[in-house]
């Protein structure tokens, strides 16, 4: 396979235009599947309820609840906080009544489920003119108003801290994960907030502010004329649109340096905040995967409930639905919560079956591979039904190589892992463990012959370098 | 399959946790995924969906590469014999007596490998409670074909045994292992055994037939060694002047690459060698940059040697290298075993070439193993972790270097 291949292997273009960036990759796959989101609103009914899931903030160490069941809220009302960085609150995402505060075993907190009106409203947090703040009073107003929690500290891929001053914040205006919604669909006519989301950002930094979009297509609206930004262009298979790898192009981090990242929706949140004074959460989330019969966007609030825009809307029986894509999401139940870093949930069969001698007869199945059988090299444009089976089990590193070619960095991820099994801590950081996060080797996990937990190694090695 | 299944779902329990027979388990199991793909499903958080692939069919495809050179094998197996007791001078004549002369005495070596090695490894997975590891579906194909054909069975069987538990089981199984499997059964039976598998005796398989007039069962490299150290004709010559009761052509380039010559099963025939590649290769399951480092360093290795001559050997046209003995079969099927390989991609390249270098170095220059390829693959085995650390060791720099510009 290599021989048809060999680009793979090159290294990354990157040329300068002016300041920006235009990098070209070479290393990845793209994972088509059935089930693209057509670009139009499904009318299904509003999503009743919606829930705040303490485990969707990595890092999250204490989360103190502050509202009590049966309590209205509104959306912004502050109901809970980490002990461990108080300045941040995370708020409603609607306005409605506070129904269950779930938890798990040792009263772990599992999620904060609110009842929604009819309409929602919003509590006033004040229009903010950007001029008349200074730094501190812009990080104050937004750690305080439920926005925050989209801004993300690299190294760690953590909820950022308000206290530090990053080098420099990125953010991603594409997405290549499979079946990922398309940005200049879901923020069309966010121009406006987009851009005051941008020039908030641009105060927090001492650094850049990076707008990294995608460079083999024309750049959508909404972000092609955005100021106060360096707008770098990216190009080439998934993980192109992952941050992490814009960063490792852009200005990598290393041991010691903070930078920021935030996705198109929270930058979006931060300029209604300041030229609208609400925490409006409502966002565009694609509904997407074979096992959807209308695949579309629907108009929602970050934390909603899927049953009614799944139930009804599915055209087989067992299925597996999943908060985000398939490579990075979480699976969650028919009437569970899309989580709040995802605008997204892909529907696909689950995959509890056996398969008589399916290690062995030709298979028309996905694979970046081209072992015996494997033939959906053939047809590289082909999209795919796929479901939840594991497909073999797990066994030690056997194949090389592999890994290598599906990650656009400078990183021997084989090798980092090793390092993170062993519990190496020197070598995990000479390795570049700060620049990575699960999904920047999730492609890894997919493409793994001895099927390792990849993302999950990866998070363990993060909390171990954190906690050290 | 419908029965199959219900078989095994009745089964099941009598080997897990509780059952009558849960040491077993682990045989169970490979059992089970052998007939069947398992159920599982992937986790909750992560990937949700995972590549067609697994290690069951990466090691089914090597197997697969093998299969051109144990047919060749069989069949030259075969044919030697016939050349040796002057049954027949024509490739194709007599096919089928060849073949099944061939299969007679080549099968039962692929059972005993399969059996002996299959019993060590079901063993090791009762007692250390691990799974199967398919590494074994392609150590068990890959020791038969680096024997002569006349190998005790017990002796194969001996070896297997040891590779696996030496070279493989003490370190925890496929994956952990510093030496390749096969090469170490060989490396065992040529310094326990080194009468059934060095000399000129070893190599065709007479039976109770008696030689013709004037057989010698020499191999080329031997040929090429003694044309060496007598100085009285080039390598070339030599090579065409033996044996020439055989017919004029045993050793002649073309014959040579093909593969009808005396040598270890698998290993005489470039030919299918290069098939087995090209299947490794298109599939991705070998590393195409060992390959063609391995042949590379053979080469450059042999044209330095020409350029410093100072016997015939030494200045053999270097393309002869590539032909003769297990050179070929060597660098793609044991060269590229992934875990006892180079890891990082540029110190593939770096390996292959070594290998290539080392084992025209052992052929020319060492008078005890005519055959250098067997020593150069277990030798780079064990520097492979040191070359990939420096090559880890740049890439650290660069992010250190990164840090502190």
């Known amino acids: 396979m290599y021989l048809l291949d060999l680009g793979r292997f090159s290294k990354a273009h990157s040329s300068k235009t002016d300041m920006s960036k235009i990098v070209k990759l070479k290393k990845g796959f793209d994972i088509k599947l059935v089930g693209k989101a057509n670009q139009e609103l499904a009318d299904f009914a509003p999503a009743q309820t919606f829930a705040i899931k303490p485990t969707d903030f990595i890092g999250l160490q204490r989360p103190k609840v502050l509202v009590n069941e049966g309590d209205t809220v509104k959306a ?37 489920k609110i009842l929604a009106d009819q309409t929602v409203s919003h509590e006033d947090l004040g229009k903010a003119d950007l001029a008349s703040l200074d730094r501190e009073a812009l990080v104050a ?111 990598p981090i290393n041991k010691g340096e903070i930078a920021w990242t935030i996705s198109p929706y929270g930058v979006v949140q931060i300029g209604k905040l300041l030229l609208e004074g609400v925490y409006d959460s409502s966002k565009l989330v694609a509904l997407t995967g074979s096992e959807l019969t209308k695949a579309a966007y629907i108009k929602t609030y970050t934390g909603a409930c899927v049953s009614t825009f799944v139930k009804g809307n599915l055209n087989s029986g067992h299925v597996r639905v999943v908060s985000g894509n398939v490579l990075t999401g979480e699976k ?12 997204q949930i892909t529907v696909i069969p689950e995959g509890d079956y056996y398969e008589f001698l399916g290690w062995a007869l030709p298979s028309k199945r996905l694979s970046f591979h081209r072992a015996l059988g494997l033939l959906s090299f053939l047809n590289p444009n082909k999209e795919h039904v796929m479901d939840s089976n594991a497909r073999g089990e797990e066994r030690a590193f056997v194949q090389t190589g592999v890994f290598e070619s599906v990650t656009p960095m400078d990183i021997l991820p084989v090798y980092l892992l090793k390092a993170i099994m062993a519990e190496d801590f020197d070598e995990m950081e000479e390795l570049g463990i700060y620049e990575i996060v699960e999904e920047d080797l999730a492609l890894c996990e997919f493409v793994d012959v001895s099927k390792h937990p990849v993302q999950q190694m990866v998070r363990k090695g993060i909390e171990l370098i954190q906690y050290s | 399959m419908k029965f199959l299944r219900d078989l095994m779902d009745k089964q099941k329990p009598l080997f897990q946790k509780g059952g009558k027979l849960e040491n077993l388990y682990y045989l169970f199991e490979a059992g089970e995924t052998f007939l069947f793909s398992p159920n599982h499903t992937t986790g909750i958080k992560g990937a949700q969906v995972k590549d067609a692939i697994d290690l069951k069919r990466m090691m089914i495809t090597v197997v697969i590469a093998m299969i051109p050179c144990l047919l060749f094998g069989m069949y030259n197996t075969g044919h030697q014999h016939l050349l040796a007791t002057g049954g027949t001078t024509g490739l194709w004549e007599n096919f089928g007596e060849k073949l099944g002369t061939g299969a007679l005495l080549v099968l039962p070596i692929v059972l005993v490998a399969y059996a002996a090695g299959g019993l060590v490894e079901a063993i090791f997975a009762v007692v250390r409670k691990h799974p199967i590891n398919e590494g074994f579906l392609v150590t068990g194909m890959l020791i038969p074909l680096v024997v002569p054909a006349t190998t005790p069975l017990w002796q194969v069987a001996l070896a297997t045994v040891f590779a696996v538990v030496i070279a493989k089981e003490v370190f925890g ?15 065992f039976l040529y310094f326990a055994y080194p009468a059934q598998i060095s000399g000129d005796q070893v190599w065709t ?9 004037g057989f010698s069962g020499a191999t080329a490299l031997s040929v090429a060694y003694t044309a060496g150290v007598e100085g009285t004709q080039t390598v070339v010559q030599a090579l065409a002047a033996h044996n020439s009761v055989l017919g004029a052509d045993l050793f002649s380039f073309t014959n040579m690459f093909i593969g009808w010559i005396p040598g270890s099963i698998g290993e005489t025939s470039t030919l299918m060698a290069l098939v087995g590649a090209l299947i490794l290769v298109a599939t991705g399951v070998a590393s195409w940059k060992i390959i063609v480092s391995g042949f590379a360093g053979a080469y450059i290795m042999g044209t330095v040697m020409n350029l410093f001559a100072v016997n015939e050997y030494m200045a053999m046209p ?20 992934p875990v006892s390989a180079a890891q990082t991609e540029t110190g593939k390249w770096i390996y292959g070439l070594l290998i290539g270098f080392l084992t025209v170095i052992i052929r020319v220059t060492n008078p005890a193993y005519p055959e250098g390829i067997m020593l150069a693959v277990l030798f780079m085995n064990v520097f492979a972790p040191l070359i990939d650390y420096y090559v880890v060791k740049a890439n650290k720099t660069r992010r250190l270097q990164r840090a502190t510009v």
């Open chain 2, 173 to 187: 199984g496929t994956g952990m292992n510093v030496l390749n499997v096969a090469m170490t059964a060989r490396a």
């Open chain 1, 76 to 112: 912004g009302t502050p109901i809970m906080f980490d002990k461990a960085m108080d300045q941040v609150i995370y708020a409603s995402p609607v306005s409605g009544e506070v129904v269950e505060i779930k938890r798990g075993e040792k009263r772990k907190l599992l999620e904060i």
């Open chain 1, 332 to 343: 969650i139940s028919l009437d569970g919560f899309i989580g709040f870093y995802h605008s």
């Open chain 1, 141 to 251: 107003k937004i750690a305080s108003s439920g926005v925050w929690p989209n801004i993300i500290q690299r190294p760690y891929g953590i909820v950022a801290n308000p206290a530090d001053t990053p080098k420099a914040i990125f953010i991603s205006g594409f997405d290549t994960h499979p079946l990922a919604p398309d940005y200049g669909f879901a923020l069309q006519g966010e121009e406006k907030y987009f851009q005051a989301g941008i020039d908030a950002l641009a105060k927090m930094t001492t650094g850049k502010v990076h707008l990294n979009v995608d460079g083999s297509t024309s750049t959508p609206a909404v972000f092609a004329n955005v100021k106060n930004a360096e707008i770098n262009k990216f190009s080439g298979p998934h993980p192109a649109g992952n941050v992490g790898v814009q960063i490792h192009h852009i200005d």
């Open chain 2, 318 to 337: 270097p393309q002869y290298h590539w032909v003769m003995g297990g050179l070929a079969f060597g660098i793609v099927f044991m060269a590229t075993d």
């Open chain 2, 205 to 213: 398989y007479l039976g109770d037939a008696a030689a013709v007039d």
